[in-house]
Structure formats: C-alpha cells, structure tokens
C-alpha cells in the first residue's frame, strides 16, 4: 500500500474531549487523473459522509455481502479483490483524496459496478451510517503501526475500536487485518484474544496464512525482498 492508515481511534482522552486520531491528513498533490476521477467519478461511485444511514441495498442496486476496506491507501488492493469477487459489494473508506482518486481511476479501469467509495473518517461513518450487523467482513491492511511507545495511543486497534467494529459485523462475519510490523501483529493477537464476541481462525490461535483473496502489494512484495515479515490475523464474530 502506498498509504497506511485511514481513520480514528475511538479512544477518548479524559482531559481532552477530542478523540485520538490514528491518522494525519499529510496529503499530497492530486494527479490529473486523480483529480479528473474526483470530479466525474466521485458523484457516481462515492457516498458522502453525513448522519444519514446507508441503505446498501439501495446504494448498490442489489442484495449481495457488504464488505468493508479501512483504510485502503491507493485502492489497488480493494479493486483487485472486488474484480475477483464481483459476488460481493465493497466500500472503502480513506481520509486521503490521491488515494481515492486512484481508486475511482481503477473502478473505471476494471468496470467495476460493486464499490463505493467514502473520502472520510471511517469511525465516524461506523458510528453514524452504518446499521449494526449489516457487514459482513471488515479489512484492515497495513495500518501505521505508530511504532514509537508514546505513539501507541494513536494505533488503530484498540479494545474500544474491536467492540465497535463488531457491532457492525453480522454473526459470523470477520474481521482480517494485516501488517509488516510484528510487534503491531502482537498488539492485534492480544487485543483481539481479549476481546468480547470474537473467535481466531487460526488453527495455532495466532496468525493465519494469507487467503488467496488478499494479494500481494507491490509494498508487501519490497518489504519481503528485504526480510520483513507480514502477519495475517483473522477474527470471526462469534456472539
């Protein structure tokens, strides 16, 4: 992924009112294309954030799973998937206009009619526009690991965030996430060990081995040339 990251934290300071962002908008400049797809494509394939709640049925002109990318950097990842898996409708979500830009250039590149695409803080279109027990999986690839300690605050996967993500989950639905970082891959184990309603997939109840839907970025593929390692973890909503 050329962009990590994508949303809020749901923890809440208590000194200070504002949530902690696992995020921070460094956008860079828009393409020609980029800015193109935003003008003409984002009004056919994007969704405003607002407090209205999304009827997907409606959206996507059909009823079929709804799977949900955090997140999703420059949307390579997410439109591959959604061009392998035409049975399912996806949303992305990404605070970073070039990389839904680049998204919607890809949508249009591929034909793809099951995407939408939100340029917006993805706790907050959670909260706000998406019914509970409507997903049916949720992604998580390559979020800043926020590595530095006083940093840690900042990472995406926290006790608050895993319970709200698994309101939205239907039973049975899944959450999968992915990163490069071991010592983040450890926070995730933990937290979703220790999270309430959710069950590992994997058979050792640690790590899982990529599933072929998920493919190799061009970020994962550099990272293996120099040694890193990328760890695949995969929870199941069980109650």
């Known amino acids: 992924m050329l962009l990590r990251g994508g949303l809020t934290s749901v923890n809440e300071s208590t000194t200070h009112p504002r949530r902690i962002r696992s995020f921070v908008r460094r956008e860079g400049r828009l393409t020609t294309g980029q800015q193109r797809a935003l003008d003409e494509l984002f009004p056919r394939f994007g969704i405003e954030a607002s407090h209205t709640p999304i009827d997907f049925a409606t959206m996507y002109g059909r009823e079929a799973p709804v799977i949900l990318e955090i997140g999703f950097g420059n949307g390579d990842t997410l439109a591959t998937i959604a061009r392998n898996n035409p049975e399912n409708n996806y949303l992305g979500i990404e605070v970073h206009r070039p990389g839904v830009g680049h998204l919607l250039m890809r949508i249009e590149e591929y034909g793809l009619s099951n995407v939408r695409v939100m340029c917006a803080d993805a706790v907050e279109v959670l909260q706000r526009q998406i019914a509970d027990g409507t997903l ?34 239907k039973i049975g639905g899944y959450l999968h996430m992915a990163t490069d970082w071991q010592e983040y891959a450890e926070h995730m184990l ?30 994962e593929q550099r990272g293996t040339r120099l040694g890193h390692g990328v760890w695949d973890l995969m929870f199941l909503r069980s109650s």
């Open 136 to 169: 049916e999986a949720v992604y998580l690839f390559f979020p800043d690991p926020w590595h530095k300690k006083r940093h840690h605050k900042r990472r995406q996967v926290q006790p608050e965030w895993t319970q709200l993500i698994r309101r939205k989950l």
């Open 190 to 219: 933990t937290t979703l060990e220790n999270a309430e309603g959710f069950t590992n997939q994997s058979a050792r109840s640690d790590y899982i081995e990529r599933p072929d839907y998920r493919p190799i970025t061009k970020f």
